[in-house]
């Protein structure tokens, strides 16, 4: 066998070439064999400078799983030198705690590609897929196995996860502002009772406590709990408004407190943030609080001393920081002497109770309320309307059971159903204390004495508000008068008139 030597740089490569083939080619042929040896080298240097150009890590193993070659793309993806991991075997490497897991000893067990997860002791996780390479007799001759570096893959799903957390957090912020927001308005006062009210509830504004609003339906809680909520540190958090009674009682602990996914059959998929999450670092308003159930009481009492939060199916505690304003049209005391709402949570609501005055005893401002909303309707439907005097008169005498909420109605609904610009008492879908007044007045009479039918009009007015009242003081301040006024009055009108005396 003759041995032919080629000089490359500094070094010698030897190749072997059999002597039946020496004979073959000759001495002729010399040149010949030289340049294929060059062009098979040349070739494989040229394999060398793809693989180490690969943008893709690339490790080589021969059929025993022993290293032969890796790249620097490998090295720099995993951290790990090619002095350190030629010739070492994937097996004593896995045994070693080097790498995780290896896609090589797979290939060489089940004889088929993978393609596994990879984590390496730099901490560096990649993606490895491993493919066989067979000689003609099906024997697996190397492993060519390409890595792919997953971390910053991870970093972008937890940042997406994330990302998703905050667009449902956003989400749900702005739908419970847009639902709340539509119909807010501004609070108009000029009652020396409603201004007093206003003036405590900044006074307790900018105190971060519990405030209990009481009244009756339709009084304006919700506005003077607005109004709080503007004037203190939070004003710039979030107001989330909360009817405790419209929500079912089924559904009213994950609207407050939200779920994990999957923690109950026809729950969202991604699990749902509650409304205590939402406004946290701002305000909740409780609306209606007394038609709360009793075990969600027991939960809300945990969270005003608690300061934490729970969801539907969850295990961790979410610490939230929130103020709570409560407010409800009920008797809370009647309430728990009747075990229906829980002592210890009425004391919770009850640090700062503010007890907002109906519309009948603050009279100053119904002029106010209802011009304001008689402007809102005509800008909104692009109309003049007004009222006459005697519509100003029968809304300021009426006795307004369902207090602000009925003046907007019935604004509205005079301002819609009325035929002129001009709003009449006929037009007021009201039944007024004039209506009551029985005036005779006979209508085959040539003259009528004007000063006659005042006498008797005044008189049954004094008469009612003595009646309503029970004495003089209060029946003749709800008249706007002196009490000695009120008093000679009803004894002049009452004899000359012979009207039966109450």
């Keep these: 066998m003759g041995v032919l030597s080629i000089a490359k740089q500094d070094t ?33 240097s040229e394999l060398d400078a793809v693989i180490e150009c690969s943008y893709d890590g690339i490790y080589i193993t021969d059929g025993e799983a022993n290293t ?14 090619r002095e350190f991991m030629i010739g070492k075997n994937m097996k004593k490497l896995v045994e070693e705690g080097v790498i995780s897991s290896s896609g090589t000893l797979l290939v060489l067990k089940y004889k088929r590609p993978t393609t596994i ?3 390496f002791k730099t901490g560096k996780k990649v993606l490895v897929s491993s493919s066989p390479i067979f000689d003609n007799k099906g024997n697996i001759t190397m492993v060519v196995t390409n890595v792919r570096d997953v971390t910053q893959l991870y970093e972008l799903k937890e940042q997406l996860a994330k990302n998703e957390k905050l667009k449902k957090k956003y989400y749900s ?47 304006g809680k919700e506005e003077v709990a607005k109004y709080i909520h503007k004037n203190s540190k939070r004003c710039n958090k979030h107001f989330i408004k909360i009817n405790c009674g419209a929500i079912p009682e089924n559904l009213i602990e994950s609207e407050l407190f939200g779920y994990e996914k999957g923690a109950f059959t026809g729950a969202n998929k991604e ?12 305000t909740i308003f409780l609306d209606e609080v007394g038609e709360l159930p009793l075990d969600m009481q027991v939960k809300l009492l945990r969270v005003l001393q ?36 829980r002592e210890d949570l009425y004391y919770r609501l009850n640090v700062v109770p503010l007890t907002i005055p109906p519309l009948r005893e603050r009279k100053n401002d119904i002029v106010p309320l209802f011009e ?9 439907y692009g109309l003049n309307r007004n009222f006459s005097s005697s519509a100003v008169d029968a809304l300021i005498q009426y006795n307004w059971p369902g207090n602000v909420r009925e003046l907007k109605n019935i604004v ?91």
């Design 12 to 44: 010698f490569m030897d190749f072997k070439i059999p002597e039946n083939k020496c004979e073959k080619f000759g001495d002729n042929n010399f040149d010949k064999i030289i340049k294929e040896l060059e062009k098979t080298r040349l070739l494989c």
């Design 68 to 81: 032969l070659k890796v790249n620097k793309s490998y090295e720099k993806i995993t951290g790990l030198t």
């Design 117 to 119: 997860e990879q984590t």
């Design 173 to 219: 912020e702005a739908e419970a502002m847009r639902n709340q927001l539509l119909n807010s308005s501004d609070i108009i006062a000029q009652d020396k009772r409603m201004l007093d009210t206003l003036r405590m509830a900044k006074r307790v504004a900018n105190v971060d406590t519990t405030v209990l609003l009481l009244g009756e339906t339709g009084v």
């Design 271 to 282: 699990g749902k943030i509650g409304l205590f999450e939402v406004a946290d670092k701002g």
């Design 306 to 341: 608690e300061r934490e939060i729970k969801r539907i199916g969850g295990v961790a505690s979410i610490k939230i920081d929130v103020r709570i304003l409560a407010a409800t049209n009920r008797n809370l005391e009647e309430m728990v002497e009747k075990k229906l709402f």
């Design 372 to 380: 304001h909303f008689l402007a809102e309707l005509n800008k909104k």
């Design 412 to 502: 509205e609904r005079a301002v819609i159903m009325s035929s002129s610009d001009n709003i009449l008492r006929s037009d007021l879908p009201i039944k007024s204390n004039l209506n009551s007044l029985d005036i005779e007045i006979d209508s085959s009479d040539e003259k009528v004495n004007l000063k006659e039918i005042v006498e008797k009009l005044e008189l049954q007015f004094i008469n009612k508000a003595f009646e309503k009242y029970g004495n003089v003081r209060d029946a003749a301040a709800y008249l706007g008068m002196d009490a000695s006024t009120f008093v000679r009055k009803r004894k002049r009108y009452s004899e000359k008139h012979m009207v039966k005396k109450y």
